[in-house]
């Protein structure tokens, strides 16, 4: 088992660019969420999907930020026209169907905006 | 939303000690987890813990959920405990265990040889 994957690790992008974040998630699990983590602060929720649905992106931002769970492939989360305040970490979670399970994080993409 | 609290911000300690570290959370849940995120960035589940007590080696942690609060116990501690502990919490309904989490702004806990 895999656990859960995100690519990539690192990302550098130029101010107004496009930043794409990939998460696949563990063999079994339906539920993926995105976190960012800004320098020195605790995660804070973005979204949360489930195959081909948004479930809750109460803490998406209403502009540049998307997100989608396609029915194949991995979870993607967008940004477009990239600033500075964009550069965190974010990491993506994914959890089992059932009640019982904790989340599994993967080991996070470092975006920084140049 | 809720609110969660977590107590001390910072803990230093020598090798051999052990700690509790503490999280409040403002409202009921259905759904606690305790995380490690190592000096890598990377993030541990330590305990997924509602209610009841639980231990995992050198680590055990309690949920006090009609009162609101949960513990992290670390005994024998060693250098590589060190990092950021979080408390996260969650209010989903149902039997799915879908639901955003909510974490603390964390422990940062430092081990010394």
């Known amino acids: 088992n895999a656990g859960v994957m995100q690519n990539p690790r690192h990302l550098v992008r130029r101010r107004g660019q496009e930043a794409r974040l990939r998460c696949s998630p563990m063999?079994?699990?339906?539920?993926v969420y995105w976190y960012r983590q800004l320098p020195e602060e605790g995660l804070k929720f973005m979204v949360y999907?489930?195959?081909?649905?948004?479930?809750?992106e109460s803490g998406m931002p209403k502009e540049r930020f998307s997100a989608e769970f396609p029915k194949e492939g991995p979870s993607i989360l967008r940004i477009q026209q990239v600033v500075r305040g964009d550069s965190a970490a974010y990491f993506c979670?994914?959890?089992?169907?059932?009640?019982?399970?904790?989340?599994?994080f993967g080991s996070g993409t470092r975006l920084t905006v140049v | 939303g809720i609110q969660v609290e977590q107590s001390p911000p910072d803990l230093i300690l020598q090798e051999g000690a052990n700690s509790t570290l503490r999280c409040n959370f403002s409202?009921?849940?259905?759904?606690l987890q305790w995380f490690h995120q190592n000096p890598w960035g990377q993030l541990i589940n330590l305990f997924y813990?509602?209610?009841g007590t639980k231990q995992n080696g050198r680590l055990s942690a309690t949920t006090v959920a009609t009162e609101r609060y949960s513990l992290l116990y670390i005994s024998s501690s060693q250098t590589t405990d060190s990092g950021v502990y979080f408390c996260?919490?969650?209010?989903?309904?149902?039997?799915?265990?879908?639901?955003?989490?909510?974490f603390g702004e964390g422990t940062q806990l430092t081990v010394n040889p």
């Open positions: 979670a994914s959890s089992p169907y059932r009640q019982g399970g904790g989340y599994t």
């Open positions: 063999k079994g699990h339906s539920h």
């Open positions: 999907l489930q195959k081909e649905n948004i479930i809750d």
């Open positions: 409202d009921s849940v259905n759904n």
């Open positions: 813990i509602p209610s």
């Open positions: 996260a919490v969650g209010d989903g309904r149902g039997e799915t265990s879908g639901s955003r989490l909510t």
